[in-house]
């Protein structure tokens, strides 16, 4: 793989994890109990309880994913097998 493209898809790890960051705060927003409606309080925290999670999750798999690639483009060090490949 060119160098050249694996900072780009490094880079674009790291930018889809900041976009779930994004996506689960307009969730939070939009799902919040105001005096004119929205979720019951209950139903409020099961839902960011349980999008904060699979958030979480993802964010730190692309984090992980993006080192990896992000390593692979550095010039002249050996990586080896990414994620301990065998």
């Known amino acids: ?6 900072r780009l898809i490094g880079l674009g790890a790291y930018a889809a994890a900041a976009g779930l960051v994004v996506l689960f705060l307009i969730v939070a927003y939009f799902s919040r ?3 004119l409606g929205g979720m019951d309080v209950t139903l409020q925290w099961v839902t960011w309880i349980s999008l904060g999670g699979v958030t979480v999750l993802l964010v730190l798999l692309h984090h992980v994913l993006g080192r990896q690639i992000l390593l692979i483009a550095r010039d002249g060090e050996e990586v080896g097998q990414p994620l301990g490949a065998d």
């Open 1 to 6: 793989m060119p160098k050249k493209i694996a």
């Open 33 to 35: 109990h105001t005096a």
